[in-house]
């Protein structure tokens, strides 16, 4: 694929998301100024690069949305659910477009269509409304400056005396703009002419030429030299639309009779001297000056330094003559003493200090121009090579794929690095050598101690902040409740506790099950919530806090709650419990009957969820991450749902015990205890074995049995019984031995393996062992099934 | 092609864009006496207008088209730096 276009892609991943984000909060708020600009400018960021490549559908789309946002940029429009239902719905295709242009490199050959209908809906709000440009004209008649900006002078003043007795007489204004180019505008496929000629009403138009220009040689085509000034008799709001993509190249002002007559008698016009600094300053190509001024600041530094003389100084006169030069400023210094040198330097930098914007005395500072009537406020805008130092940290995009391969090189060298043990071992057992044992030794807890911080350190690039899971949630929220026609207002908190990537991507799709579940099954309509006297606004939380090696999701609502009777009525209906546990079943018990499979309670199966897979769906997904669910709910006060996951998948801690002659792993978190229990202790219950254990009754499951190998234990010999805890159920394991506990990278069972189930992923020990680890919940289930 | 360049005379036609300015600017350099017809000219890129305020060859035809014709001559006629202050009075 063309690198630029990659780019443009993965750029436009970014863009996408906050100008839904900025959609979706200027809905809420939607005075807010700054919000729409960034809505609008990543909407033009869009158009912009959308350019570059042969997509017209996209760049025609983008830019009806963006003329829309303009418009309420402008003032000109209040933004309403309609448009952002609009606005949403142009972006969502743009999505999809983009993600067709991501295996296709072309739009869809629907997209013309698709776009059309949009375009339309998009541009209604703004066909032909003069009523809004009188508003705008009203809002600025208030604004009207009062003193007219210096660069007035550049129209003569009997035009503008005759403009001010017209005005005078018919009590009206004129617009003027001062448009200054940028130097490099040329290289953005600017034409300021072609601007101007779209000046409606143009009136007058003034060029300013730079007083000297460069000499042939030296000119450069592609350096715009000129600025204009324009006055004009059209509205702000159609010169501000004009000038949209050059806000800050122009400044507009609104002026009566009044404030040219007071800039006529008060501020004589320029004279043709001091217009020339002005024009020359300002059209000196900035990247130059900035040189320039580097130049001239070495050069003052290697005065003060060392004392210059003869070819040295000599040099130092030259470098400065030509950065003077580059300044527009020439001195002749070949011949000079160190004091003229010196002298010279100082004059040039407090010339040409403060920047290329400073030198622009017309274009900032004694203009006090009311908000409205000027597009953008000017702005200092600072070189972004300024030795002012750096602002924010440097950002680093990295490819996902290449930090989850060096997490990978990282587990292997955990795994090389334990080996050295095992050499260390074998160099005292088997060649009898001591020392050379401690020395491999030592050097394992140094390698130890680096792959430990190497480890962590690149599972600290692999964090991401909640605020990624919860990021589709604003969406999702407001356009069920809409379709539900339910009010809700969605609370997230904890969104900068991070967890693992591996995480933060595996818990969306439970966290949009719940969420659903809530906003349909929870959630009661507004009337029903009044009625229960409940605020008609519902609550939905999403909160993340870290615990531990954990990270906590609750989902919660203050809807009407689960109610455990007839949950326990629905499962038995269903065949999930027996009459008995109808009966005794506590209401905990029973809420957290709706993880059991096949459970559903919805009376009716709606399009969003209650299908019948919800629950036990997120159960299962969560258990596979390792974490667990578990849900409290009071009958009409609400619902909270809770996920705990680890902070981490990629490493895992498993306990090492052996089954008939094999090693096998066991995660840390489900072990329990070790105990060892004399043979004689152990008690027979309806063909199961137990143990007891303080009072209580545990089963002890064979482990060699449940995995079909051959083992005979000792009958005389301690059993070693390992008690783990699953889905809240103690089981006690019957193994032949206890190693110790391990970090291991576990891997997915893959490939010929992958039908095995009672696996949950393979790892490699440091002796060069291939561990499997144990699925506890498949075994159990396993173990049912042989017993 | 909107440049037709001779040897001292030049016919801009059409849309000059900001791809033939290069080509205007080499060739106003090494003309001697350079004269340059507008009249076919719709557009001026506001670069090649700027290669034509500094080299100021003389304008042999005037062009057709109403906003160079009353807005941009001037300028390019007047040939001093101060070309601005001429132009339509209201």
């Known amino acids: 694929m063309n690198p630029l276009l990659a780019q443009f892609l993965a750029e436009s991943n970014d863009l996408l998301a906050s100008v839904d984000e900025g959609l979706l909060q200027l809905e809420r708020d939607p005075g807010d100024p700054e919000l729409v600009n960034e809505v609008f400018r990543a909407a033009h960021t869009f158009k912009g690069s959308s350019g570059l490549f042969d997509f017209p559908e996209l760049t025609r789309l983008t830019h009806a949305a963006e003329d829309l946002l303009d418009a309420v940029r402008g003032g000109r429009l209040g933004l309403d659910s309609g448009m952002t239902d609009d606005l949403l719905a142009a972006f969502d295709l743009i999505r999809g477009w983009l993600a067709h242009v991501t295996t296709h490199e072309r739009l869809p050959s629907s997209a013309g269509n698709d776009a059309a209908g949009l375009i339309t809906k998009l541009r209604a709000p703004l066909g032909g409304e003069p009523v809004a440009h009188t508003q705008a004209t009203v809002a600025a008649g208030v604004t009207v400056i009062d003193a007219a900006p210096e660069w007035m002078a550049w129209f003569d003043a009997e035009w503008l005396t005759e403009t001010a007795a017209w005005l005078e007489t018919t009590a009206s204004t004129m617009r003027f703009v001062r448009y200054t180019p940028d130097s490099d505008c040329f290289f953005r496929a600017e034409d300021p002419i072609h601007l101007i000629r779209q000046v409606p009403g143009l009136d007058k138009l003034g060029v300013v030429q730079p007083e000297q220009w460069p000499i042939p040689e030296e000119y450069d085509e592609y350096v715009c030299l000129l600025s204009f000034v324009v006055a004009t008799r059209a509205a702000v709001g159609e010169l501000e639309y004009l000038f949209r993509y050059v806000p800050d190249q122009v400044q507009i002002v609104e002026l009566d009779a009044g404030a040219i007559t007071r800039h006529l008698s ?20 900035s990247e130059l000056a900035a040189d320039a001024r580097a130049v001239l600041h070495a050069a003052e530094r290697i005065l003060e330094l060392a004392p ?18 580059a300044l527009g400023v020439p001195e002749d210094l070949a011949d000079a003493g160190r004091e003229a040198v010196g002298a010279a330097v100082a004059r040039l930098l407090a010339e040409a200090a403060p920047a290329p914007v400073g030198a622009l005395p017309a274009a900032g500072s004694p203009i006090t121009p009311a908000p409205a009537a000027v597009a953008a406020p000017p702005e200092p805008t600072g070189r972004a090579d300024d030795p002012g130092g750096q602002v924010g940290t440097k950002v680093l995009k990295v490819d996902q794929e290449k930090v989850d391969r060096l997490m990978e090189l990282v587990g292997e060298l955990n795994v090389a690095k334990n080996g050295l043990t095992f050499l260390a071992d074998s160099a005292e057992e088997e060649f009898g050598s001591r020392v050379l044992s401690r020395r491999i030794k030592d050097q394992y807890a140094g390698l130890h101690r680096i792959a430990e911080e190497l480890q962590s350190a690149v599972m600290d690039v692999r964090m991401l902040p909640l605020s990624v899971a919860f990021g589709r949630f604003p969406r999702l929220v407001r356009d069920l409740s809409r379709r539900l026609e339910k009010t809700i207002e969605l609370v997230t908190e904890g969104e900068d506790t991070m967890a693992d990537k591996d995480v933060i991507e595996a818990l969306g799709d439970p966290l949009v099950h719940l969420v659903r579940n809530s906003l349909d099954h929870g959630i009661e309509p507004p009337g029903e919530r009044v009625a229960a006297g409940k605020p008609p606004a519902a609550k939905l939380t999403l909160a993340a806090v870290a615990d531990g090696d954990a990270v906590i999701v609750e989902v919660s609502d203050d809807g009407r709650g689960v109610d455990p009777v007839r949950v326990k009525r629905k499962a038995y209906e269903k065949g999930l419990i027996t009459e008995e546990e109808l009966e005794s079943l506590s209401d905990t018990e029973a809420v957290d009957l709706v993880f059991r499979p096949g459970f559903s309670t919805a009376d009716q199966v709606s399009d969003l969820s209650g299908r019948g897979v919800g629950m036990d769906a997120v ?39 052996s089954v008939a002659g094999q090693r096998f792993g066991i995660p840390v978190d489900l072990v329990v205890e070790t105990v060892r229990v004399p043979a004689a202790e152990m008690g027979r219950v309806l063909h199961q074995d137990v143990v007891v254990m303080r009072g209580e009754v545990v089963p002890v499951l064979d482990l060699a049995r449940a995995l079909d190998m051959p083992w005979t234990g000792d009958p005389a010999e301690d059993r070693r019984i390992l008690v783990v805890s699953v889905n809240g159920q103690r089981v006690g394991l019957l193994v032949e031995q206890f190693h110790r506990e391990v970090d291991v990278i576990l891997k997915p069972m893959e490939g010929l393996l992958a039908y095995a189930d009672e696996f949950s992923g393979t790892a490699l020990l440091g002796d060069g062992l291939v561990l499997l680890v144990l699925n506890m919940k498949e075994v159990l289930g396993l173990a049912a099934r042989v017993a | 092609m909107p440049l037709e360049l001779h040897d001292d005379s030049a016919t801009l036609v059409g849309v000059v864009t900001v791809d033939e300015v290069e080509q205007l600017a080499g060739w106003l350099r090494a003309a001697k006496k350079p004269r340059v ?41 007047g040939g001093s730096g101060n070309a601005s202050h001429k132009g339509n009075d209201p």
């Open chain 1, 266 to 285: 008060g501020e004589p016009p320029l004279k043709t001297e001091e217009r020339v600094v002005v024009a020359v300053t300002e059209v000196v190509d």
């Open chain 2, 37 to 77: 017809s507008l009249r076919r000219c719709n557009h001026l890129h506001t670069g090649a207008l700027q290669a034509l305020l500094l080299f100021k060859p003389k304008i042999s035809a005037a062009p057709t088209d109403a906003f160079l014709a009353a807005r941009v001559l001037p300028l390019l006629n």
């Open chain 1, 619 to 657: 159960r299962a997904s969560v258990e596979k991450l390792g974490g667990s669910v578990t849900m409290r709910s009071k009958l009409g006060q609400g619902t909270v749902t809770r996920l705990r996951l680890p902070l981490s998948m990629a490493v895992t801690q498993v306990m090492v015990v």
């Open chain 1, 308 to 325: 210059a003389e003869g070819a040295h100084l000599r040099s130092v006169a030259r470098s400065v003559s030509a950065a003077a030069r």
